[in-house]
């Protein structure tokens, strides 16, 4: 079965530090991938994804991701987090699932920045 | 402003009872969809609708139902048949790009 695996639940860093968190899948086709944040408090939104084209997506507030398809990879990166970087992230793929496109999500890390 | 409503924010259900979270888009999108989250899972689909008067069982559908009878409103019901209800419930539509909207989520507790 497809799945989607992020391998932090949790990550703690301070401000200034750099930020990656993993994303891998397991799914042989053709895939869009997606980064998703949810702020304390706010509707779950997208960060950033990635169709086609350059492997390397710029999303909003800094954050970017590398798609590496023979590692299935979509790893977040953000060179300098912030204080209001403090939430949580998902990532998905969109995948061909029982002959329906469906979204696969990670179960999410939740990321804190120490000020 | 287009978005994504969901009511009510807090929901508590008695031992038995069925409750119905509602979920409302003004995007004019035709997917929806209902996730259920719970703390280190992730997003798991329940049910989602391609378009109106349709809807499909996503990976945990035991205990809910759903209907689609307007564009606009896809409400899920919480059936007795639920035996672990008490999660955080999201409502999205899934707009051009694939990209999902999100509304702010039902959490629903038991009493």
């Known amino acids: 079965a497809q799945s989607v695996s992020q391998h932090n639940h949790h990550v703690i860093l301070s401000e200034a530090a750099s930020l990656e968190l993993g994303c891998n899948y397991s799914?042989?086709?053709?895939?869009?991938l997606f980064w998703y944040v949810q702020y304390p408090g706010q509707h779950l939104q997208l960060l950033l994804k990635?169709?086609?084209?350059d492997p390397l997506v710029k999303g909003i507030k800094g954050f970017e991701a590398e798609f590496i398809k023979s590692k299935f990879s979509f790893n977040l990166r953000k060179p300098s987090v912030q204080w209001s970087d403090t939430a949580e992230y998902f990532c998905?793929?969109?995948?061909?699932?029982?002959?329906?496109?469906?979204?696969?999500w990670g179960a999410g890390t939740k990321l804190i920045i120490k000020p | 402003d287009g978005g994504i409503t969901q009511s009510p924010k807090y929901l508590f259900r008695k031992e038995g009872q069925n409750v119905t979270l509602s979920c409302e888009q003004n995007?004019?999108?035709?997917?929806m969809y209902w996730y259920r989250q719970d703390p280190g899972q992730g997003l798991r689909l329940i049910y989602y609708?391609?378009?109106?008067?349709?809807?499909q069982k996503g990976d945990i559908a035991e205990g809910y139902s759903v209907s689609r009878e307007k564009k606009e409103s896809f409400p899920l019901t919480v059936t007795s048949a639920q035996k672990n209800p008490t999660a955080f419930y999201l409502c999205?539509?899934?707009?051009?790009?694939?990209?999902?909207?999100f509304g702010p989520g039902t959490r629903l507790l038991v009493l």
């Open positions: 799914y042989g086709g053709t895939v869009n």
């Open positions: 990635y169709f086609s084209g």
């Open positions: 999205a539509s899934k707009g051009v790009g694939e990209t999902q909207y």
């Open positions: 609708s391609q378009i109106v008067n349709d809807f």
């Open positions: 995007l004019n999108h035709d997917a």
């Open positions: 998905a793929v969109n995948a061909l699932w029982d002959s329906n496109y469906q979204l696969i």
